[in-house]
Nanobody, 118 residues
Framework: QVQLVESGGGLVQAGGSLRLSCAAS????????MSWFRQAPGKEREFVAH????????LYADSVKGRFSISSDNAKNTVFLQLNSLKPEDTYVYYC???????????WGQGTQVTVSP
């Protein structure tokens, strides 16, 4: 079992930055891929970025490429999402997800709200 706790969301003006954290507890092995998704009310959850727990390979949605950066601190079981050059359309609840590459077991955090004002 893996538990994920996100933090770092808040209210920021357009052009500003935030750093989201996702602290994982439980067994995270090298097969895991850690991802960030985001969701607006009444909309489907959409992929933002992911990072491989082993090797650190990354992938980004086109909408955030060049502005957001995902990273991890394996020793602290924490994944980060650096959000730069924020736009009002980046206003979402941001969720962390852990998915095992061996079992496909998937775990979600509770989400953290990011609100970007014009």
């Amino acid at each position: 079992q893996v538990q994920l706790v996100e933090s770092g969301g808040g209210l920021v003006q357009a052009g500003g930055s935030l750093r989201l954290s996702c602290a994982a507890s439980g067994r995270i092995d090298s097969s895991y891929v850690m991802s960030w998704f985001r969701q607006a009310p009444g909309k489907e959850r959409e992929f933002v970025a992911h990072i491989g727990w082993s090797g650190g390979s990354t992938l980004y949605a086109d909408s955030v490429k060049g502005r957001f950066s995902i990273s991890s601190d394996n020793a602290k079981n924490t994944v980060f999402l650096q959000l730069n050059s924020l736009k009002p359309e980046d206003t979402y609840v941001y969720y962390c997800r852990a998915r095992s590459g061996l079992t496909a077991n998937t775990y979600w955090g509770q989400g953290t709200q990011v609100t970007v004002s014009p």
